[in-house]
């Protein structure tokens, strides 16, 4: 699927703030994957990711992962190995309020990512955190059985197909 966000801006200009929602412009592209669509699935975490693993070993065809990790900027909560079982999987990419690591491998992973930085440091594994919960951050609240659109413009979600 092509799309541009700019142009789904314009088309849903009566929605926007409503139907149609604009995410702060705070994140850095990684992946292979310039643009990105799906289903939203959400995870609240913070500075452990074993519940990233867990997601992205699950069927993601059509699905985007978004990750709240509290936008901790003290470790990686997505690495190339969990970019590949995320790719693996079918998942068309992830959305990481938090950092990631191992950026140059996972630019070559037909993957798309959105992250605040990177971080050359792991997570701690204590299995903690809450998936499938509405999460909140760049002004906008990502509700799990949205969608997300991803563009080298931004990122927006919705809560009705835009194409």
Request: glycine share 12%.
């Amino acid at each position: 699927m092509t799309f541009k966000t700019p142009d789904f801006c314009d088309q849903f200009e009566a929605e926007l703030g409503k139907t149609v929602r604009v995410v702060a412009p705070m994140f850095q592209r990684y992946g292979a994957r310039t643009s990105f669509s799906g289903e939203i699935v959400t995870l609240k975490i913070f500075e452990d990711n074993s519940l990233v693993r867990e997601a992205f070993a699950e069927d993601g065809r059509g699905k985007v992962l978004v990750i709240d990790g509290g936008g901790s900027l003290r470790c990686a909560l997505v690495g190339d190995q969990l970019a590949i079982l995320a790719q693996k999987n079918g998942w068309a990419g992830a959305v990481v309020y938090g950092c990631i690591r191992d950026s140059g491998d996972i630019n070559g992973i037909d993957i798309g990512v959105r992250a605040l930085n990177t971080h050359p440091q792991k997570t701690l594994k204590k299995g903690v955190g809450d998936k499938n919960i509405a999460v909140t951050f760049g002004g906008v609240t990502f509700n799990p059985g949205e969608m997300l659109y991803a563009d080298e413009d931004g990122v927006l979600v919705s809560s009705k197909s835009l194409c």
